[in-house]
């Protein structure tokens, strides 16, 4: 039996040096001080002491891990490297595994949750662009140079944005290529500044306490779904990105502590962020909570809670109410705040910066962790949703 368990491998984090787990028999969890978590197993073979890399967590959990050690383990009993069978079956599945075959797998596997319209842009762009150029080359063979010969196709009919978005999604592809051992490099990589620079788009947004004022009022005489609605009123409260809004999960919903604790895998800065609840805003959640509480997302879609209100649900009821794509937008919330906070409450910059999850650094040159400034910023939320309210007023 071994000695880890699925909660102490889930919970684990990362620290100053790389850490070893080990689950007996040779079969150890690897924490690299960058928070990637990998299977390896230990072994002698031939009088030498070598190590099988068995996958990578959570795509291989402890119960498959210690299967997977286990055939290892009797491979070795019998007199067979399992190194040598590994590497003999990853020649083997690179000599079949195309581009788009591969691409087809992640897509099934790694994009189920996502929105039907984010699924549908990424399959267009794939089926259009990307698969008619490399589709048809062992994923292991893309170059670089063949890569960008299909972003400069992209490119020459004007489409920039859509150019730097297939390298993205090219690039989620060679890394989970890379990790099921189809390849061993993202090509993409190599093209970092070979594409035109985007335009870059600010979001619409009211900035003067006039304007907000004329806004909030105008959110509260909205008459849509109350899902829709509750979103709609809690955004300002926020003002964090809305996506992440629009996924929010009741278990993510610190109630002892009146916070929302959002996990490192839906924040676009990969790290934990903490969200301190204003009084406002929990009574608002507890609202939510009487119509949607028994199910996932604290704003789940009308087809079913199985996923979240659509992406452009907020932005509908937007216009609803009378505001332009071109005056307001979702995540025009986040500038708000971040203009009355500082120039009209007078919050300390990096107190706003830290609560909007942008990537804020010590004076020497460290990222600050989750709980920095917490007090402060729990007091600035509260600041901010009393405004809003006097605003109302």
């Given amino acids: 039996?071994?000695?880890?368990?699925?909660?102490?491998?889930?919970?684990?984090?990362?620290?100053?040096?790389?850490?070893?787990?080990?689950?007996g028999g040779g079969l150890y969890l690897l924490v690299t001080k960058g928070g990637g978590k990998y299977w390896r197993y230990d072994y002698r073979f031939a009088g030498k002491r070598k190590t099988l890399a068995i996958g990578t967590y959570p795509d291989v959990t402890l119960l498959n891990a210690r299967k997977r050690h286990q055939s290892a383990r009797e491979d070795v009993a019998n007199d067979l490297d399992p190194s040598a069978?590994?590497?003999?079956?990853?020649?083997?599945?690179?000599?079949?595994?195309?581009?788009?075959?591969?691409?087809?797998?992640?897509?099934?596997?790694?994009?189920?949750?996502?929105?039907?319209?984010?699924?549908?842009?990424?399959s267009s762009l794939l089926i259009k662009?990307?698969?008619?150029?490399?589709?048809?080359?062992?994923?292991?063979?893309?170059?670089?140079?063949?890569?960008?010969?299909?972003?400069?196709?992209?490119?020459?009919?004007?489409?920039?944005?859509?150019?730097?978005?297939?390298?993205?999604?090219?690039?989620?592809?060679?890394?989970?290529?890379?990790?099921?051992?189809?390849?061993?490099?993202?090509p993409s990589a190599a093209l970092n500044g070979a594409l035109k620079s985007r335009t870059k788009k600010h979001h619409a947004a009211v900035t003067s306490p006039k304007e907000l004022k004329n806004l909030l009022i105008a959110i509260d005489n909205y008459h849509g779904t109350a899902v829709v609605r509750y979103a709609l009123q809690i955004s300002p409260l926020l003002f964090q990105r809305p996506g992440e809004i629009r996924h929010m999960e009741w278990e993510e919903v610190n109630w002892s502590e009146k916070r929302w604790e959002i996990p490192e895998s839906k924040m676009k800065m990969r790290s934990e962020h903490i969200v301190p609840l204003s009084k406002q805003t929990l009574s608002i959640l507890r609202d939510v909570e009487m119509i949607t509480g028994g199910g996932r997302y604290v704003f789940p879609s009308a087809r079913g809670g199985s996923r979240p209100?659509?992406?452009?649900?907020?932005?509908?009821?937007?216009?609803?109410?009378?505001?332009?794509?071109?005056?307001?937008?979702?995540?025009g919330f986040r500038a708000?705040?971040?203009?009355?906070l500082d120039e009209v409450l007078n919050f300390r910059v990096d107190y706003i910066e830290?609560?909007?999850?942008?990537?804020?650094?010590?004076?020497?040159?460290?990222?600050y962790n989750r709980t920095s400034f917490l007090p402060q910023r729990k007091k600035m939320m509260q600041k901010w949703a009393d405004y809003l309210d006097q605003l109302r007023k």
């Fill in 1 to 23: 039996m071994g000695k880890l368990t699925a909660t102490a491998v889930k919970q684990t984090k990362a620290s100053s040096k790389n850490a070893k787990l080990s689950d």
């Fill in 85 to 122: 069978a590994k590497k003999a079956e990853s020649n083997q599945a690179q000599a079949v595994a195309t581009f788009q075959y591969v691409g087809e797998e992640w897509f099934a596997q790694k994009m189920a949750d996502k929105s039907d319209n984010y699924k549908k842009r990424a």
């Fill in 129 to 186: 662009d990307i698969y008619p150029v490399i589709g048809a080359l062992p994923i292991c063979n893309v170059t670089p140079l063949k890569l960008l010969e299909a972003f400069k196709k992209i490119e020459q009919r004007g489409a920039i944005e859509m150019a730097h978005r297939a390298k993205q999604l090219t690039s989620l592809i060679f890394r989970y290529a890379i990790i099921t051992g189809r390849t061993q490099n993202d």
């Fill in 309 to 331: 209100i659509s992406e452009n649900a907020v932005r509908t009821a937007l216009r609803t109410i009378g505001y332009s794509n071109e005056e307001m937008t979702p995540h």
């Fill in 336 to 340: 708000t705040a971040r203009t009355i």
């Fill in 354 to 367: 830290h609560q909007l999850a942008h990537a804020v650094k010590d004076p020497t040159g460290r990222a």
